[in-house]
């Protein structure tokens, strides 16, 4: 079947790309736009209404509305027992959000419709569509959370928030209970086997799901059964052309930091990292860029003086970014594909990441350089302040991204997945 009109069903606001979501939702509408007009491209919005449709360029967007507050008590005290959702269902679960979808979908009668994540898929499941359905998980939370167990056992004191961005679907008089260690490990425990249940049934009820990285698509086909294909993500940046270093020594860290493992990761770095570097390059200045900071990074970094310096969000990110020497990107935990280590390597700019940092991108090598510390990611840092070193890992970035991620090699990607076809070649 040609696909001659799609729909996308989310509950993320697209734009401003300032999350790693954010930009994998705007890639899907970027490919779209590029196969067919703008007006056969619906996006079907769940949650508070967007507050500016900037970006969207003519694509059609609905509303669907939100849950309402004795939904959600239905659904904690329900729909988690009995029904067996998950957590971070159960914060989005809504019999009329699920009703004014499907009223929604079968006016737009799409083709293709593109469901992002189980918590989408919950809402539209008894809507059965005329063409095809793609899940999109993102990443598989249970790998996630896996991992996120497994600092708490190592680190007593991390203070990391579980709820990370699903704050804003949670009731203010429940959030702070997640600041307790016994209960945010009891949480984690019971939303992994939640959500790994859920990942499954999914996956197995969709025609195709979609992950990032390659090898939690391979774990999900073994459990599931499921078809399951590992896409890259179409990464928007100004220029692929490789940005003068500016030849001093300082770095960046870019990320949302209300996300877990970026708050985590961050905060590691600023105990063990930070002091490695500026032992050795007492002139090295780290650049943290992104909204949502916790009081505890803020005081960290504030022990720094300006050699830490936190500029929140952006809107110029190349700004910071292109002069900089490399980006550290030092995670504990997390899943998927890290979308801004891809950014930096898309403009020529070293990483210096964790195993987990680098997972589903590429194996270590001088643009991408995997550390198994905060402190061994400190001293990898200095070592790229050198400038013959510096050139070696930029030129390597550069080719890594543009072999693997470059535009026409994810264009290519999606139209296998979503058998999506060139705009010219479907008008002759």
């Not at 599931?224 to 490789?242: D, E, F, K």
């Not at 720094?304 to 809107?315: I, K, M």
């Amino acid at each position: 079947m040609t696909v001659q009109r799609v729909v996308i069903v989310s509950a993320v606001a697209p734009y401003p790309q300032d999350s790693g979501k954010s930009v994998v939702i705007a890639g899907f509408l970027e490919h779209f736009r590029s196969r067919m007009p703008a007006a056969e491209i619906h996006y079907v919005h769940v949650g508070n209404p967007l507050t500016s449709l900037a970006g969207f360029d003519g694509v059609t967007v609905h509303e669907a509305g939100r849950r309402g507050r004795l939904e959600l008590v239905r659904s904690l005290l329900w729909g988690v027992p009995v029904q067996g959702l998950s957590l971070q269902e159960a914060f989005t679960a809504s019999g009329q959000v699920a009703h004014r979808l499907g009223t929604l979908l079968t006016e737009i009668d799409a083709d293709l419709e593109v469901i992002d994540t189980i918590r989408m898929a919950q809402l539209v499941e008894h809507h059965r569509p005329r063409g095809r359905r793609v899940l999109y998980l993102d990443d598989l939370f249970s790998e996630r959370y896996r991992r996120m167990l497994g600092v708490l056992d190592d680190d007593r004191g991390s203070q990391f928030d579980p709820l990370g961005q699903f704050t804003v679907h949670v009731p203010s008089v429940l959030r702070g209970l997640t600041r307790h260690q016994s209960v945010r490990r009891w949480l984690l425990l019971l939303e992994r086997r939640l959500v790994q249940r859920r990942e499954l049934r999914a996956a197995r009820q969709a025609e195709l799901s979609l992950l990032l990285n390659a090898e939690e698509a391979q774990l999900l086909r073994e459990r599931s059964g499921a078809a399951v294909q590992a896409v890259p993500p179409l990464v928007s940046v100004p220029s692929t052309t490789r940005a003068p270093w500016s030849g001093r020594p300082e770095f960046c860290f870019v990320g949302l930091l209300s996300i877990a493992h970026n708050d985590d990761g961050l905060t590691w770095f600023l105990r063990e990292g930070m002091p490695e570097l500026l032992r050795q390059r007492p002139d090295a200045v780290l650049h943290v860029i992104g909204r949502g900071a916790s009081p505890q990074v803020v005081e960290l970094a504030r022990q720094f003086g300006d050699s830490v310096r936190l500029h929140g969000f952006v809107e110029d990110l190349d700004a910071l970014v292109a002069p900089s020497c490399a980006m550290v990107n030092v995670l504990r935990f997390g899943s998927g594909v890290k979308i801004k280590v891809l950014e930096a390597m898309a403009r020529g700019l070293p990483v210096v990441t964790t195993a987990v940092g680098a997972e589903g991108i590429a194996e270590s090598g001088d643009g991408l350089v995997v550390t198994s510390s905060a402190r061994q990611a400190g001293r990898e840092l200095a070592r790229l302040a050198d400038p013959v070193q510096r050139e070696i890992a930029s030129r390597d970035a550069a080719r890594l991204y543009a072999e693997r991620y470059a535009p026409e090699v994810v264009h290519a990607a999606y139209d296998a997945a979503f058998g999506t076809t060139v705009l010219e070649r479907r008008r002759t």
